[in-house]
């Protein structure tokens, strides 16, 4: 398995299709999040651009190998094995952007002082927050893509809709972790949205899955 994630990291370097969600990323940053805001508030808003960036980076891995070069790599280590490697490598690169959110955040956020807020336990709330858009960004990406939906057109749609969702739709991980900063941020109080996390969690173990198995049944 390492071999497959070091062959879909160099196809993803090598690709610079990673460009676009980054600079989706980085827009989305510097949109939303200026010196001085609430410590809360802004970890919240850079976990929240993280669903719609997982979600671009899976459909970039996953489609991001030459057909023949996927059924040779199938053919070879199986093609459950070899969609899990793009399925992770996509959650790592968002996982990566995500780091460098919240530590710009962090650095250019309030203290936490202002807010009555012990700033580790928010930077540990910021992580399981960002955590959990990542995971959850990613189970939208595995839904919305190859193989389950083979149409460019109609994967965009899907992907774009299915953020919207786990962004506003009730009992979505990733609204429940943004919200637990937003309210703790009001109520000067860190909540760590664990249980967000763990959601999160089974929600794209459940969606690779189901993407992996279809991808062997395609095959």
């Known amino acids: 398995m390492t071999g497959l994630l070091r062959y879909q990291c160099a196809l993803l370097l090598r690709s610079q299709r990673w460009i676009a969600p980054l600079l989706l990323y980085a827009a989305f940053?510097?949109?939303?999040?200026r010196p001085g805001d609430p410590l809360l508030d802004s970890l919240g808003f850079a976990a929240a651009g993280l669903v719609p960036v997982t979600a671009w980076l899976v459909r970039v891995c996953v489609t991001n190998e030459p057909a023949a070069a996927r059924d040779c790599a199938a053919a070879a280590v199986g093609p459950v094995r070899v969609h899990a490697a793009a399925l992770l490598t996509a959650l790592g690169g968002a996982l990566?952007?995500?780091?460098?959110g919240t530590a710009a955040v962090l650095l250019i956020g309030d203290s936490g002082r202002a807010e009555h807020v012990d700033p580790g336990d928010?930077?540990?709330?910021?992580?399981?927050?960002?955590l959990a858009c990542a995971l959850t960004g990613a189970a939208v990406g595995a839904l919305c893509s190859r193989p389950l939906l083979r149409s460019t057109g109609v994967a965009v749609l899907a992907g774009g809709l299915g953020s919207l969702l786990a962004w506003g739709i009730a009992g979505s991980p990733a609204r429940s972790a943004v919200t637990a900063l937003v309210e703790g941020s009001r109520a000067?109080?860190?909540?760590?949205?664990v249980a967000?996390?763990?959601g999160a969690l089974a929600l794209a173990c459940g969606a690779g899955a189901v993407a992996c198995l279809v991808s062997a049944r395609r095959g």
């Open 29 to 33: 940053l510097a949109a939303g999040v």
């Open 96 to 100: 990566l952007a995500g780091a460098a």
């Open 122 to 130: 928010a930077a540990l709330a910021g992580v399981l927050a960002a």
């Open 188 to 193: 000067q109080a860190v909540t760590l949205p």
């Open 196 to 198: 967000a996390f763990a």
